[in-house]
């Protein structure tokens, strides 16, 4: 009884230690030391002063800014708050020569949080560019773990639950640097580590010189943290997460598999067992009640892996192996798991299915065939009811071969057609695979003009970066010849657009060491010409994160600028341009319309400077290609650019510049700014001129915002539409009129 009791309360920071302590005696081990030991629940509840490491170097964690933390009950434990924008806490210690990356560790972190950022700090003591020590959780790609470029781990598939406790391990054993989550293996990087500690340990965030506040701070509850001088085992973290249960390794829950065989894997959860009862079947029920034709009978404790053959395509089985002990009793029942066998039909169709703007003049399909493919069918049709009963337009396609030819010489614009491949897999089933269709793109119509507005992709910023853009970039493909949001005031089908802005922070970190593979992945999602994933025409400007004049960003932006077709200028350094679209002229301005750029304190009272935030010269541009490309003609012009008009882009850019830029516009029609950087979508008035932030897609797990503007041009006035859409929803809708035709302005 009294054990489980423990594991009852086994998250109590106190009960972790008896645990850990017991688990290494037990095996006959020495504990590992622990250099660093904080205990929110021995702590008095209210604001905290200092927090005593009972760990075996001392010393206190003390508040570096004005803002204390308290003591406080949350979800029924009782933790430290680390919320507050100058909340973070320095040891009045030097952290051991030990923590060097040459040795191992271990870090154990109970956390609780509300929201989750990119990466939130709970712990660093090396600040060094390429020697740093900050652990954490969060989106980003180094939110586990960061000491170099080349060593950063991030947690795999993001985060769990927020408003939820969570215990982080990360372990360190010299040869690999691994996170776990509630006991679960999250991720895995390889080592070695190079680690160079500070002066001092940071609890809650990082101290960067010229930063007024924490960076990254934590902004969540920690309930304990302890360092060990040692790597713990899986079983180790397995146990002090409060689980006793074999430890299943493979397939992962979920996993499809291309296979129809599959080899069981696990690891003993517990070093009493002296057993394994294998359970598995295609009902979920028989394994989770332990059913006699799911048993496929008992194994001893040295195999800790399991055969399967036969299995059937598509189909979905389940898993336990529960623990015996000697006498051939129950020890602990297992976890039950799943996995899929692949359904072995084709995938990955191109043009991709819903395809809402594929080109009339498109003459093949293609698709990657499944697995065990011996032969391929493929129907053809513009009428979903005749596909079912309709004959192949070919037959008896090899792998190898996975394309056909259209017998259109042109297809109609405006019109959905659908598709299929039926897969021979030899000696096993035919998979049928599912029915793809695509639409034609609309003729263009200068009346009816659409475009999409884009921003912040930051491509190599989180863990499913790429994910998230290539979803928006699917919605997007996807669009045309949907419906408007009626209910919001809107009808009528949405048209092909004529291109897709792009206004800055294409990539996280443009000087990063893998920079050139993050931009090959946005250009291969991207494309330029409708030519990749992304099937119209991209217009993209560069942001602060884009990186400086001689980086690789804006070096590839000034040959793609070049290779754009229809331009009517581009600025001399090759950054800026502009084009029209029907009666429509449009400047992409990049960062901000300004000059050289200049020193300036932002929002945190921070002093920037530097090359990557200057506009080089967008204002002249702008000035000298509306006195070219529209003159006194009084017709609408809508602008580009990074940064924007709420208080935190302003805080950016000088009211100085903004006022130039004002005056430089005043006397042409402006119908619209569109920008990015504050990454919320938002819209609101500048001087009379209307604006609005694109958002972002990086918005995990839900793919964030694009615009859709849709200008209807009539003989005298104009009506613009700009509207919010998410993946499969719309947020706000909003409606303006202009002219179409203004008398410029003596």
């Avoid at 302890?226 to 689980?243: P, T």
């Avoid at 996993?255 to 359970?279: H, Q, Y």
């Avoid at 793109?441 to 507005?453: A, P, S």
Wanted: aromatic letters at 12%; glycine letters at 10%.
């Amino acid at each position: 009884m009294r054990r489980r009791v423990f594991l009852k309360s086994l998250f109590s920071p106190l009960i972790l230690f008896f645990v850990l302590f017991n688990c290494f005696n037990i095996m006959g081990l020495a504990a590992p030391r622990k250099i660093i030991y904080l205990d929110a629940s021995i702590l008095p509840e209210g604001s905290l002063k200092k927090w005593h490491n009972l760990g075996t170097i001392g010393g206190d964690f003390i508040p570096v800014f004005r803002g204390l933390p308290s003591v406080q009950i949350i979800s029924g434990q009782k933790a430290v708050s680390l919320i507050g924008p100058d909340v973070l806490l320095r040891s009045t210690f030097t952290p051991p020569s030990s923590l060097n990356g040459r040795k191992p560790f271990t870090i154990l972190a109970k956390v609780y949080f509300n929201e989750l950022a990119q990466r939130q700090i709970i712990l660093n003591w090396s600040q060094e560019t390429e020697y740093s020590a900050i652990f954490g959780f969060g989106k980003g790609l180094d939110a586990a773990f960061y000491n170099s470029v080349k060593n950063r781990l991030g947690y795999k598939g993001g985060f769990p639950l927020q408003k939820a406790w969570h215990l982080l391990a990360l372990v360190y054993d010299q040869q690999k640097l691994s996170i776990y989550v509630d006991g679960w293996l999250n991720s895995q990087v390889d080592g070695p580590l190079d680690i160079k500690p500070g002066k001092f340990i940071y609890l809650g965030g990082q101290v960067v010189t010229g930063f007024p506040l924490p960076f990254d701070p934590f902004n969540g509850y920690l309930a304990s943290l302890e360092v060990l001088d040692e790597a713990l085992s899986m079983a180790n973290v397995w146990n002090l997460a409060g689980h006793h249960e074999a430890i299943p390794l493979y397939p992962a829950e979920g996993e499809v598999i291309p296979a129809v065989s599959v080899t069981l894997r696990w690891e003993k959860g517990d070093d009493r067992t002296s057993g394994f009862s294998v359970f598995f079947s295609s009902s979920k029920e028989e394994v989770e009640k332990g059913e006699k034709r799911a048993a496929k009978g008992n194994i001893s404790a040295e195999t800790s892996t399991y055969d399967l053959t036969g299995l059937k395509t598509g189909q979905a089985y389940f898993w336990r192996i529960d623990q015996i002990e000697a006498n051939g009793k129950l020890l602990q029942a297992g976890l039950v798991r799943s996995f899929v066998i692949d359904h072995g039909s084709a995938r990955n169709p191109s043009p991709h299915h819903l395809h809402g703007s594929v080109r009339p003049d498109l003459n093949r399909l293609r698709w990657e065939p499944g697995p065990w493919a011996a032969s391929q069918d493929i129907y053809f049709t513009a009428d979903l009811k005749k596909l079912e009963k309709a004959k192949p337009v070919a037959r008896g396609v090899k792998p190898g071969s996975d394309y056909f030819y259209l017998p259109e010489k042109k297809l109609d614009h405006g019109q959905n057609y659908y598709w299929k491949v039926i897969t021979k897999n030899g000696n096993l089933p035919d998979s049928p695979g599912p029915v793809w269709s695509f639409r034609v793109q609309d003729e263009l119509d200068d009346k009816d003009l659409t475009f999409f507005v884009a921003s912040d992709l930051h491509y190599g910023g989180t863990v499913n970066f790429r994910k998230l853009n290539r979803t928006m970039v699917e919605a997007m493909n996807s669009l045309p010849g949907q419906f408007y949001p009626e209910e919001r005031g809107v009808k009528g089908k949405i048209h092909t657009p004529r291109g897709v802005v792009i206004t800055g922070d294409i990539v996280d970190d443009g000087s990063a060491l893998d920079i050139e593979k993050t931009w090959q992945e946005y250009v291969e999602d991207y494309g330029l010409n409708g030519d990749k994933l992304l099937a119209f025409p991209v217009y993209e400007g560069f942001g602060e994160s884009d990186g400086p004049s001689s980086g690789l960003v804006r070096t590839n932006l000034k040959s793609r600028n070049r290779l754009r077709p229809g331009l009517r200028s581009i600025s001399a350094d090759g950054l800026h341009y502009s084009w029209d679209w029907g009666p429509i002229h449009l400047v992409q301005l990049n960062l901000y319309p300004g000059s050289a750029g200049e020193e300036y304190l932002n929002i945190w009272r921070r002093r920037v400077n530097g090359d990557a935030r200057y506009p080089k010269y967008s204002l002249e541009f702008l000035i000298d290609d509306l006195r070219r490309n529209v003159g006194n003609s009084g017709r609408p012009v809508i602008l580009f650019q990074h940064y924007g008009f709420d208080t935190w882009s302003e805080a950016f850019w000088t009211e100085k510049e903004r006022n130039a830029f004002l005056q430089a516009i005043q006397p042409y029609n402006i119908i619209a700014i569109f920008w990015g950087h504050s990454e919320v979508p938002q819209g609101f008035s500048w001087h009379g001129i209307k604006t609005w932030c694109a958002g972002t897609p990086n918005r995990d797990p839900d793919p964030g915002e694009f615009l859709v503007v849709k200008i209807s041009i009539g003989r005298k006035n104009g009506q613009l539409i700009v509207a919010t859409r998410k993946t499969n929803s719309w947020e706000s809708v909003e409606k303006s009129t202009f002219l179409v035709k203004k008398v410029p302005a003596k």
